[in-house]
């Protein structure tokens, strides 16, 4: 088969995978400005929420018998408890008040022209909510909805999100094929696909790193197999600059790349420069039209106020390094060698990069995974708050995964160590499964411990110990309420 339509069908696969378990994942804070971004450009023609446009986004009190009370707003046609009104009417007749904004949104300096609103972005960017933008609008088209009926919005975000990980997986396949024989290459790409945490986390739900690992996965296929020069750097730069519009921190392998080609081919790093500079520029005027700024960016302000509620500390770069290396790697309910082991195969593979001159392509993304996870072990929450495995470095999936290729081959003509490789595989495979078809937000990570509904919270200082637990983890915790975390997957949607 011909390496194109081998990707085709390898993406087709994977779409149908990821979309296979037929449920939405319940709505978690980092993805929700994404969801909604598509309908206030739809709607308001901009990038901000109001907080009478989007309510859920925002915290409110009621007056009510017992005087001011916090209510949730999920639509302002929701009847209020104990009433026979709306939301609506009860903030029609100032009985409803605005009391601040969830944590997953930010204040601009800017505010709603029409009626004098203050103005919230969301804390990541808008680049990936703007992916979803033509299925929102599709859907708007066919007569929904976009800020009442969630599934529409979220289906159209899923949508998105298994579109680009399917992309990914046919960019790695493509990659490989340059390297090791097409076989090996189908064989790393479904290990890619369905064994490391993009299936269960990262194309279920449009959340910053989604975007950003396709882009990533492009640049690197950019790199490997563009032949000419300004080819080569120019396409790089777009999709890795793309990439760096979507989660700050990969603006480092942007850097680290633009350095190694400026050591190795200039002509491929001024194309690279020149490709990068509009989406850069654009990010830096999206800072200053809303934050007043160039260099004041949401997530840091939105991790300052998080830091501050979880730990005590507005510093977002508290944790010590081995802590959060630690956690990421190997912690029960964390580790990326734990949830997917096969990936351990990169390590050998970064080794063989620099000692072999066939891979020596390779070696830039020896640098570029450290890029992406120092910075993840040293936030303030290394574990990445409610979530299934390691959210905060999946984006460095792959990139491991082309780093397995070095040492694809001498694994797989050894007896012994193909066994254990295709042991792991399993296993990582079946971790998908479980966090695929039965993870929810408020299963393991907040599950209740006594009658009382008392939640044993895991960002709270009281249980995070049991994120280093192998009696109460939370692959264990799938396998053995794997029926009972199903059920609760598909409860409706909230914000």
């Known amino acids: 088969m011909k390496p194109v339509r081998a990707a085709a069908a390898i993406f087709a696969g994977a779409l149908i995978l990821y979309l296979s ?18 309908a206030s450009v739809l709607g308001d023609g901009d990038l901000a929420f109001s907080p009478f446009e989007a309510p859920g986004m925002f915290l409110w009190s009621a007056q009510g ?28 007749e100032r009985r409803l008040e605005f009391s601040g904004w969830k944590y997953y949104v930010v204040p601009t300096v800017r505010s709603r022209t029409t ?16 992916t979803a933008l033509p299925f929102a609008a599709l859907a708007q088209l066919f007569g929904a909805h976009l800020w009442d009926q969630q ?15 399917a992309g990914s997986v046919a960019l790695i396949y493509l990659t490989a094929i340059a390297f090791i024989p097409p076989r090996r290459a189908l064989l790393l790409a479904l290990a890619y696909g369905a064994g490391s945490c993009v299936w269960a986390i990262s194309s279920q739900a449009l959340w910053q790193q989604t975007a950003e690992i396709f882009f990533l996965a492009l640049g690197v296929f950019f790199l490997m197999r563009m032949r000419s020069s300004w080819s080569r750097g120019a396409s790089a730069g777009l999709a890795l600059s793309a990439a760096a519009a979507c989660r700050p921190t990969a603006a480092l392998v942007a850097v680290l790349v633009a350095a190694w080609l ?31 700024s160039p260099f004041d960016f949401g997530q840091l302000a939105a991790g300052a106020r998080i830091a501050q509620y979880k730990t005590g500390s507005p510093d977002v770069w508290q944790t010590p390094i081995w802590v959060g290396a630690a956690g990421l790697l190997a912690s029960p309910s964390r580790g990326l060698f734990v949830y997917s082991p096969f990936l351990v195969l990169a390590l050998p593979g970064a080794w063989l990069a620099w000692r072999d001159e066939r891979y020596r392509s390779l070696r830039v993304l020896t640098l570029a995974v450290p890029a992406l996870w120092l910075p993840a072990f040293a936030w303030f929450d290394w574990w990445g708050g409610w979530t299934f495995g390691y959210r905060p470095i999946v984006d460095s999936a792959p990139l491991l995964a082309v780093l397995c290729v070095p040492a694809l081959g001498c694994v797989l003509d050894r007896p012994v160590w193909r066994a254990a490789l295709l042991a792991a595989l399993v296993w990582s495979i079946f971790v998908q499964v479980l ?18 509904g008392k939640r044993a919270d895991v960002d709270l200082p009281a249980y995070r110990h049991r994120l280093w637990s192998f009696t109460d983890w939370q692959i264990g915790y799938l396998i053995a309420n794997f029926s009972q975390a199903r059920a609760e997957r598909q409860l409706p949607a909230v914000y």
């Open 115 to 130: 009626t004098g609103e203050p103005l919230f972005v969301g804390a990541f960017g808008p680049v990936p909510g703007l």
């Open 262 to 292: 400026a050591l190795s081919d200039r002509r491929a790093f001024a194309a690279f420069a020149l490709a990068a500079l509009p989406l850069a520029a654009g990010i830096l005027l999206y800072n200053q039209y809303y934050f007043g």
């Open 65 to 92: 018998p017992a005087g001011q009370a916090r209510v949730d707003v999920d639509n302002w046609r929701q009847t209020a408890p104990g009433e026979r009104k709306t939301y609506a009417d009860l903030y029609g």
């Open 151 to 165: 599934p529409a919005s979220v289906g159209a975000a899923k949508l998105t999100a298994a579109l680009l990980v």
């Open 435 to 452: 966090g695929s078809f039965a993870y929810s937000p408020w299963g393991w990570d907040a599950r209740v411990i006594d009658a009382s």
């Open 21 to 38: 378990n037929l449920s939405l994942l319940p709505l978690a804070g980092d993805s929700i400005p994404n969801v909604y971004l598509p």
